[in-house]
Nanobody, 126 residues
Framework: QVQLVESGGGLVQAGGSLRLSCAASGRTFSNYAMGWFRHAPGKERDFVAGISRSGGSTRYTDSVKGRFTISRDNAKNTVYLQMNSLKPEDTAVYYC???????????????????WGQGTQVTVSS
């Protein structure tokens, strides 16, 4: 199995930036596509960004395009989410997730991912 440990959440003013990190252990990191999801109170857990095993392909939900960037460093077994121009609507618990796969498009449904981090709170004040 894969264990995921997240860091980088916190409180930031609107327009500010945060970088979330998720370190993986337990199996070969490069076997997994990785995703970031977020869960706000009263809402479903929604896809935010995903990245392929090699890092060559990315996918974003429309509301964060141009503001968020997902990346990975397979040598460090770590995936990142750089969050710029943050808005109060971005406030949520953010989770990283691992999708064990070989080939195929980046998945966007939470049920398609195999392993999850503990979540980290991101709060954006106005």
């Amino acid at each position: 199995q894969v264990q995921l440990v997240e860091s980088g959440g916190g409180l930031v003013q609107a327009g500010g930036s945060l970088r979330l990190s998720c370190a993986a252990s337990g199996r070969t990191f490069s076997n997994y596509a990785m995703g970031w999801f977020r869960h706000a109170p009263g809402k479903e857990r929604d896809f935010v960004a995903g990245i392929s095993r090699s890092g060559g392909s990315t996918r974003y939900t429309d509301s964060v395009k141009g503001r968020f960037t997902i990346s990975r460093d397979n040598a460090k077994n770590t995936v990142y989410l750089q969050m710029n121009s943050l808005k109060p609507e971005d406030t949520a618990v953010y989770y990283c997730a691992a999708d064990y796969r070989r080939l195929g498009p980046i998945r966007t449904m939470a049920s398609e991912y195999d392993y999850w981090g503990q979540g980290t709170q991101v709060t954006v004040s106005s």
